[in-house]
RNA sequence: GCGAGUGUAGCCAAGUGGUUAAGGCCCCGGUUUGUGGUUCCGGUAUUCGUGGGUUCGAUUCCCAUCAUUCGCCCCA
């Protein structure tokens, strides 16, 4: 019985493993360009982590988490990394390092789920967190970088939304008020929206099921979520927030109802959709959180940050060109051939040869399917005079050198 | 967790209740005892996701199971 991999898990085979390098190098490279450094945490955290940190009304703690029991103790495999970093952060003392501090990370996250186009049981995600900061400014470079980012992969045809759900107290305030307005009505929505009620109302206003949408279509309702019902210095976050994106000229919609599904996100919240991603449309998803490093036992700590599927990107990141190989060394001689193979490589041309020591118009045939560059080729002739035959694959010219020179006609 | 579709080689696939399961790509070998990506020839599935049932006989019909795709839900 052949053993197959689990249910929404993939492997990534060498034939598409360049497709994830070509993602990862444009994340370090910018990352690391903006002064965010790199951050690895565990793939299994404690379970409580996430309940604490994601929070216990979530879908993602409820019923997608990978939980087992090892020697007594509750352990989850990540579903997400926010958590984790957060938890780094204060475990290694990292508010005592010169501010702000920004974190980059890439890796895979767990969740059980039906999976389903762009979505998978194991998928993998790059992210930045930014700690330290409480003005918005912070939020405008987190989403620039996102846009960025996005940008960089060649990626067509993306908005942004963008929202602010108020901190905890006018959010109280704001809860308190959909409640009273949804009340009346409350039989009519659907299971999962008599459970919001009670756990985040909020979430309401995202439900996709078409009669609690028309139930939400109220005068009452609009006028509430309409309204500037966050407090002065939320508002004026957002004001500000508004005001580094026209800055940095990046466009975006303000959406009311858009409110993510992790309980930690306070005021900024905003979500990157493709419009040629079907159901499993949001690529980019974050947002401020402002109480999440108290929450987890750590000093009262701004921050803001966001996350990428990179599964999702793949499907609509044109793709780049693969890795080939620059030279391919054709030969009957395979100790000359090993020597020169190694020759070039130690200069950093990448190089090949045939193992299987074929004839020689297979070995030029491998060249030219590998799509090599030019073929080196060391006959009997050449060894005998101290040369070699560069060929290039693309023009078919070629001329034969004498051995030293090879660098100067690679 | 709910609803629907799919499952034949590494990939794309045709096919039928009955002797040896088309074809294409890729790969390997020959054509070509030192010049490729063209042509031509040949080779690669004890078996049709897996297990069971119906039948004289199943890849084909039925059931279960696993995987996958799409929608819901949720999220990146």
């Known amino acids: 019985m052949i053993i197959k991999a689990p249910k929404g898990t993939d492997d990534i085979t060498a034939q598409d493993s ?54 007594e103790r509750s352990l989850t495999l990540r579903p997400e990394n926010t958590a984790g970093v957060v938890r780094a952060y204060i475990e290694n003392g990292m508010h005592r390092l010169p501010g702000p ?44 970088l996102a846009m960025e980012y996005l940008d960089e992969l ?23 008020k959909i409640r009273n307005a949804v009340q009346p009505g409350l039989n009519m929505f659907c299971a999962d929206c ?31 979520i309409n309204s500037d019902y966050i407090c002065q210095e939320c508002s004026d976050h957002f004001d500000s927030l508004k005001n580094y994106l026209d800055i940095l000229n990046i466009e975006y919609t303000i959406n009311k109802k858009l409110v993510r599904g992790l309980d930690y996100y306070t005021k900024t919240v905003f979500e990157i959709t493709s419009n040629n991603l079907g159901a499993q ?18 000093k ?38 090993l020597e020169l193979v190694f020759k070039l490589r130690s200069r950093g041309i990448s190089t090949d040869f045939d193992l299987a020591n074929r004839k020689f118009v297979k070995q030029l045939d491998k060249a030219s399917k590998l799509n090599a560059d030019y073929a080196v080729i060391l006959g009997e002739d050449e060894i005998n005079f101290g040369k070699v035959t560069v060929k290039n694959l693309k023009t078919s010219e070629q001329q034969t050198i004498s051995e030293d020179k090879i660098f100067g006609h690679l």
């Open 101 to 144: 501090l920004k974190l980059w990370y890439k890796g895979p996250m767990f969740r059980y789920e039906r999976p389903q186009g762009g979505r998978k049981r194991q998928f993998h995600q790059v992210g930045v967190e930014l700690l330290g900061i409480q003005e918005a400014i912070a939020d405008a470079e987190v989403i620039k």
């Open 300 to 337: 009262d700590t701004p921050a803001v940050g966001w996350a990428m599927g990179m599964e999702r990107l793949m499907a609509i990141m044109p793709a780049p060109k693969p890795n080939k190989i620059k030279a391919f060394v054709v030969s009957n001689n395979i100790d000359k051939a």
């Open 194 to 224: 008599k459970v919001r009620y009670d756990k985040n109302p909020l979430r309401m206003l995202d439900c996709k099921n078409q009669t609690c949408k028309e139930l939400l279509d109220t005068e009452e309702l609009k006028e509430i």
């Open 154 to 176: 060649n990626i067509p045809g993306l908005s942004l939304e963008i929202n602010n759900i108020g901190c905890p107290e006018c959010r109280n305030d704001f809860r308190d």
């Open 18 to 71: 360049y497709i994830w390098q070509f993602m990862e190098n444009k994340a370090q490279n910018l990352f690391e360009n903006s002064n965010y450094k790199e951050i690895r945490t565990p793939i299994f955290e404690s379970t409580e982590l996430f309940q604490r940190g994601v929070g216990d009304s979530t879908d993602i703690v409820n019923k997608e988490m990978y939980t087992f029991i090892q020697k």
């Open 281 to 298: 449309n949001a690529v980019c998803g974050g947002g401020r959180y402002d109480g999440l490093v108290k929450i987890l036992g750590g």
